[in-house]
């Protein structure tokens, strides 16, 4: 799957389940607890909408907000499960 | 009177309770408070209690000192004013708030939160705690410290008809903070920052004696007999491993399950503070410096906060069959924690 094509699926998981973000204004590059508010449930909610979607597997240290700056490292986690 | 007062606050590194929160945004930056803050906050201690707002048993579990911590804290003044005498220096209660934000005290104290939330159809009241750090009288707005109006700790703001309301609609008894009969009568704390002078210094003596009790699961409490009756049922120290495994199991295995996080979200903090004291004593020559304990420290972070997140994920999926690897991330943790904390009390 090209990471175009990820981005645009996770962007759809993003407006589901982080309702106050412009997802149009969205920056994949920003800090993304800092600027939209991802804290650690968020992102687990992200995480295993995405494991559905993308058919992939997180560990469960790959549950934890410190491991991603931003929704491009979350992107290119998924990347990597789909190699 | 100014338009606005903002005091000074920084997001808390440890979030698990209100009163920590609070004291944490404070003080989390004052090097003089590190002294004090890094001497205790070691023990851990869990016991089972129905929770005040549901009735529900929860597994409630905090560092030592806990609820108490403000008032224990030499760089804090903590001064309990009635609600009486709120209303007879004052008039009301955002008056009083305003006075003292700008005589730069913070405001603590237990408030309907419900009913701050939604003034119609709320036939239930959340009594909690509110940190309140400053105003703006243009906008009539407070700005707060809590954990409900965000979903998580977070600092945000509310108006002053909302602090109004949740304010005057609780009575004594649903005041959780003055329950116990602590001081008989419900009203707000002011908290001022004492910092000018140092009043503490590191306590490598107390350090150490914390630590062999949490490593030997001693009662922590016994020293203080003479201010609290005492609950029977309290476990102490690194058994509180054991005291999680069964609340999770509990919790995971029953015909409704409950994801009530704050018991393993408690411990996580314990172990994220451990670890910025372990950096702090090392810093300060108290203990040798010792990377590799560091590293080894942090795994034991990551094994907490694992099996937070993963009870997270449970309650998200339903695979009520994962919960059985939150006890291996809590045996892994309570492992390699009691081997560095051995070694750091032979430091001492």
């Known amino acids: 799957m090209e990471k175009k094509e990820i981005k645009e699926k996770l962007l759809e998981i993003i407006e589901e389940e982080l309702p106050t973000v412009e997802i149009d204004k969205l920056d994949t590059h920003a800090a993304f607890a800092d600027e939209y508010g991802v804290d650690s449930v968020s992102l687990i909610k992200m995480i295993v909408d995405a494991e559905q979607t993308f058919d992939i597997k997180f560990d469960d240290r790959e549950l934890a907000l410190n491991k991603y700056a931003s929704f491009d490292d979350v992107i290119d986690t998924i990347e990597e499960k789909l190699q | ?348």
């Open chain 2, 1 to 348: 009177m100014a338009n606005k007062v903002v005091l000074p606050v920084k997001y808390p590194a440890i979030t698990s309770w209100q009163w920590h929160a609070t004291l944490f945004s404070i003080l989390g930056d004052d090097e003089n408070a590190k002294k004090w803050i890094y001497s205790n906050y070691i023990q851990l201690r869990c016991y089972n209690i129905p929770e005040y707002t549901s009735g529900d048993e929860i597994l409630l579990c905090d560092m030592m000192p806990g609820s108490s911590s403000m008032k224990e804290c030499p760089y804090l003044i903590f001064s309990l004013i009635t609600k009486p005498q709120i209303e007879n220096y004052c008039g009301d209660v955002i008056d009083f708030i305003i006075k003292t934000i700008d005589i730069g005290g913070y405001v603590y104290g237990a408030f309907d939160e419900a009913r701050m939330i939604s003034n119609v159809g709320v036939d239930y009241k959340f009594s909690h705690e509110l940190f309140i750090y400053g105003y703006n009288t243009d906008e009539e707005i407070f700005y707060v410290g809590d954990f409900t109006f965000k979903d998580k700790y977070a600092y945000t703001t509310v108006s002053f008809d909302a602090v109004k309301r949740g304010f005057d609609v609780l009575t004594p008894r649903e005041d959780h903070v003055f329950k116990d009969d602590y001081k008989g009568t419900r009203g707000l704390y002011v908290i001022q920052k004492n910092v000018d002078n140092k009043y503490y210094d590191i306590d490598p003596v107390l350090i150490k004696r914390t630590l062999e009790e949490y490593l030997e699961c001693k009662d922590t409490k016994d020293h203080f007999r003479m201010m609290r009756n005492r609950f029977s049922d309290t476990v102490f120290g690194v058994n509180v491993y054991n005291a999680l495994k069964d609340r999770v199991h509990k919790q995971l295995e029953a015909e409704e399950p409950d994801f009530d996080i704050r018991a393993l979200h408690i411990a996580y903090d314990h172990k994220v503070l451990m670890l910025e004291r372990l950096k702090y004593l090392m810093a300060n020559e108290v203990i040798p410096f010792d990377q590799t304990m560091l590293d080894e420290y942090a795994q034991v972070v990551d094994d907490m906060l694992t099996a937070r997140n993963l009870l997270v994920r449970i309650s998200i999926t339903g695979e009520i069959e994962a919960g059985a690897r939150i006890a291996g991330y809590l045996d892994s943790a309570k492992e390699k924690e009691v081997a560095i904390l051995g070694k750091v009390v032979k430091q001492l």
